[in-house]
T-cell receptor, first 112, second 114 residues
């Protein structure tokens, strides 16, 4: 079984809709991250969390919110989706003893 | 402004030859560097890393070289295999308080031709 899972894997939605992307991990890591990837660009950090009570904004947090429901779960919400939020979204986890991050398979989001 | 740059969007190499992927950075505070590999429809997977106290790290067919004075690192794959065809991302991090965040380059698509 995959260590980091993301649901859904694909989602098509309309402008103005609120949607949630979910991430679960079985690695037992405290640290979790949400990134987006646009064509021709690297991964950009949206939000990160170092434990259940610690949530931090990344470089592109506008238009997004997150919830850390438990050590193993970290959800990303788009409050009112817009077309330029069409992208690949990746969740990742890391162990504080290491800088290596482990990624989920990604969610392809299309906002029409 | 991009702090981590991969100036070659794509690279094609013949099977069995060496693949060299390059990465430049501008932030002199970066002290840890990683390479990730990404296949289509999958998330990036960690490949190899190097600390700024080293100039070379080797793992099997993969070697990463770091030139701090030039703010440049490279990934060498020898010999290249068709299964190495993927997008390769360079990433860098610096310590900021108790946090470390990764800054990614835009990726290089490697194609290994049989």
């Amino acid at each position: 079984d995959a260590d980091v899972t993301q649901t859904p894997r694909n989602r098509i939605t309309k402008t103005g809709k609120r949607i949630m992307l979910e991430c679960s991990q079985t690695k037992g890591h405290d640290r979790m991250y949400w990134y987006r990837q646009d064509p021709g660009l690297g991964l950009q950090l949206i939000y990160y969390s170092f434990d259940v009570k610690d949530i931090n904004k990344g470089e592109i947090s506008d238009g997004y919110s997150v919830s850390r429901q438990a050590q193993a779960k970290f959800s990303l919400s788009l409050e009112s989706a817009i077309p330029n939020q069409t992208a690949l979204y990746f969740c990742a986890t890391s162990d504080p003893r290491s800088d290596t991050q482990y990624f989920g398979p990604g969610t392809r989001l299309t906002v029409l | 402004d991009q702090q981590v740059k991969q100036n070659s969007p794509s690279l094609s190499v013949q099977e069995g030859r060496i693949s060299i992927l390059n990465c430049d950075y501008t932030n002199s505070m970066f002290d840890y560097f990683l390479w990730y590999k990404k296949y289509p429809a999958e998330g990036p997977t960690f490949l190899i890393s190097i600390s700024s106290i080293k100039d070379k790290n080797e793992d099997g067919r993969f070697t990463v070289f770091l030139n701090k004075s030039a703010k440049h690192l490279s990934l060498h794959i020898v010999p290249s295999q068709p299964g190495d065809s993927a997008v390769y991302f360079c990433a860098a991090s610096e310590q900021s308080g108790s946090a470390r965040q990764l800054t990614f380059g835009s990726g290089t698509q490697l194609t290994v031709l049989p």
